[in-house]
């Protein structure tokens, strides 16, 4: 140091300074992220992807906030390592719940997040992470405490999922951090290993309860069709038969008036002819028959006898 000069040291503090100043007043935003100035710790803007400047030595700080990428938080177990094939560490001191129905059961979900307000996410809320871990931990324990153990497992899961991302985003916007829950999704729902047989015949006694159900209404659906059309069937014959019936008496009684009106005209010839059309049904359909007036005199009645002596 002895042998610089006055000027040549001047310099070199120079050139320092101008590599702190430009340091502390350049710097860039990348395309997924936004910046949040402030002056002197006061907000004052938020700036988007580019270079940017500002005051330098601290004057002006940025926090650059990434608000394009969905963030993802696993409750009951944590990804040791991805890939096509990712191994997973069981968390259970976190899944484990109490059902409505005061059964154990072990609920593993993961909560899918994007930052919307940088502003706020930058300072509202000190303990960031572990706010979103605790608000949708108490989220699904209310949700799960809520419901028999056999519907959580079944039907209720969805209907968990979309009650959790209501009430998770209601809290957070409640809080001011600035984010919005896009998806709640429950990855595995399973008893406690001590139970895990009698649950599962619980599961087959029920899907076999679904099973003869559906046959059922199989064969009911085959069946109940099959009778209303014999139904239908018969129904229309009677109609038929009915109709016919009633035909034939209504000619019935067009005939009888039809008599009754020769009748009343000529009484006595209309009685002979009616008897003789008696006769005539009566006798129609048998043969070697000869019918003689009972009062006829002088009169041997004779009988043939077919294929005998004549």
Do not use: C
Not at 145 to 152: E, F, K, T, Y
Not at 198 to 215: G, P, S, W
């Amino acid at each position: 140091m002895g042998k610089l000069s006055p000027n040549k040291l001047i310099f070199i503090i120079a050139g320092i300074l101008v590599l702190i100043l430009l340091g502390t007043s350049v710097f860039i935003v990348d395309q997924t992220e936004q910046a949040v100035m402030t002056r002197f710790g006061k907000y004052t803007t938020t700036k988007g992807a580019g270079l940017h400047f500002k005051l330098p030595f601290g004057i002006d700080r940025n926090y650059t906030v990434n608000v394009t990428t969905v963030q993802t938080q696993e409750f009951g177990f944590r990804t040791t390592r991805g890939g096509s094939f990712p191994t997973y560490a069981s968390q259970t001191a976190e899944s484990v719940m109490l059902t409505g129905d005061l059964n154990i059961v072990d609920v593993e979900w993961i909560i899918q997040y994007r930052v919307v307000d940088p502003r706020a996410w930058t300072f509202n809320v000190n303990e960031r992470t572990a706010t979103i871990r605790d608000v949708s931990r108490s989220a699904i324990n209310m949700l799960v405490g809520d419901r028999a153990i056999m519907d959580i497992m079944g039907v209720e899961r969805s209907a968990i999922e979309d009650a959790g991302l209501v009430f998770m985003n209601d809290t957070f916007r409640g809080y001011g951090l600035g984010i919005d829950v896009i998806a709640v999704k429950l990855q595995n729902v399973t008893p406690p290993s001590g139970v895990q047989a009698a649950f599962e015949d619980v599961n087959k006694a029920m899907q076999d309860l679904e099973r003869l159900i559906n046959e059922g209404q199989q064969a009911y659906n085959e069946q109940i069709p099959r009778a209303r059309g014999e139904a239908e069937r018969m129904i229309q014959v009677a109609q038929g038969y009915a109709t016919e019936r009633l035909n034939r008496a209504n000619g019935d009684v067009a005939r009888f008036n039809a008599v009754y009106e020769e009748f009343r005209l000529a009484p006595e010839v209309t009685r002979q002819r009616l008897y003789y059309e008696m006769i005539e049904e009566v006798f129609k359909n048998e043969e070697g028959m000869t019918i003689v007036d009972r009062n006829l005199r002088n009169f041997l009645p004779l009988m043939n006898v077919q294929g005998g002596a004549r």
